[in-house]
């Protein structure tokens, strides 16, 4: 097969229980591109997985001086190979691509529910689909969509300020049963804004509710 980002041959090593099972494991990314993606460090935010640091990021502080503790796991630094990743995947609409980064999804906790931040109506009828559902599909992993999203300006146009100063755009979809231990998933945590917009409105809807997050990038 070919790389997904770079279309160079990928050499796979078959094994004789993948040819007697007439399956292939297949790799989606040549050595060269899979080494351009960097994994978080051992050395990062306790609470937000932000690399760089081993204590308390100051994202993380100003949510907690807010009354917001953030639970937060990440898996990959959100590097520019990782912005034109996502570049190509969301914003240029390559549902291909999904298959890069599905396998990451696996490590989201068990035990709890995890629920997939939204997109507005709009943006689902412009791209095609939600990023995060695709990748949470891709694995076949279940997931509770019990969230969803009015119209507002895209992220990637907002600068940091505007992201924290924005309005909580999410609302509890109707009828359905809020699980008593949830896990909200996203692809990229940014400032924060997001997540705890969805985690301000499920503990409103439940506020027993366990609420912690996911997300591919920091």
């Given at each position: 097969?070919?790389?997904?980002?770079?279309?160079?041959?990928?050499?796979?090593?078959?094994?004789?229980?993948?040819?007697?099972?007439?399956?292939?494991?297949?790799?989606?990314?040549?050595?060269?591109?899979?080494?351009?993606?960097?994994?978080?460090?051992?050395?990062?935010?306790?609470?937000?997985?932000?690399?760089?640091?081993?204590?308390?990021?100051?994202?993380?502080?100003?949510?907690?001086?807010?009354?917001?503790?953030?639970?937060?796991?990440?898996?990959?630094?959100?590097?520019?190979?990782?912005?034109?990743?996502?570049?190509?995947?969301?914003?240029?609409?390559?549902?291909?691509?999904?298959?890069?980064?599905?396998?990451?999804?696996?490590?989201?906790?068990?035990?709890?529910?995890?629920?997939?931040?939204?997109?507005?109506?709009?943006?689902?009828?412009?791209?095609?689909?939600?990023?995060?559902?695709?990748?949470?599909?891709?694995?076949?992993?279940?997931?509770?969509?019990?969230?969803?999203?009015?119209?507002?300006?895209?992220?990637?146009?907002?600068?940091?300020?505007?992201?924290?100063?924005?309005?909580?755009?999410?609302?509890?979809?109707?009828?359905?049963?809020?699980?008593?231990?949830?896990?909200?998933?996203?692809?990229?945590?940014?400032?924060?804004?997001?997540?705890?917009?969805?985690?301000?409105?499920?503990k409103k809807a439940s506020p027993k509710t366990d609420i912690i997050s996911f997300s591919l990038c920091r």
């Open positions: 097969m070919n790389c997904l980002l770079c279309n160079r041959d990928v050499p796979q090593n078959l094994q004789f229980h993948d040819l007697f099972l007439l399956r292939q494991t297949q790799s989606s990314l040549c050595a060269r591109c899979r080494a351009q993606f960097e994994k978080i460090p051992n050395a990062h935010c306790p609470r937000c997985y932000k690399p760089g640091t081993s204590s308390l990021c100051n994202d993380c502080k100003r949510w907690e001086s807010q009354g917001v503790p953030i639970q937060h796991t990440a898996v990959f630094s959100y590097t520019p190979a990782m912005h034109d990743y996502f570049s190509h995947y969301k914003f240029i609409g390559d549902f291909r691509l999904r298959g890069v980064f599905a396998p990451y999804f696996k490590q989201l906790p068990k035990g709890y529910t995890p629920v997939p931040i939204p997109v507005s109506q709009k943006r689902l009828q412009e791209r095609g689909f939600n990023q995060v559902t695709a990748f949470l599909d891709a694995e076949k992993i279940p997931y509770t969509e019990l969230l969803q999203k009015s119209e507002t300006l895209k992220q990637s146009s907002l600068s940091r300020t505007e992201r924290l100063a924005t309005k909580n755009p999410f609302f509890v979809a109707p009828n359905l049963q809020i699980p008593s231990k949830i896990c909200l998933v996203d692809d990229i945590y940014t400032t924060g804004a997001t997540l705890v917009h969805a985690r301000e409105t499920l």
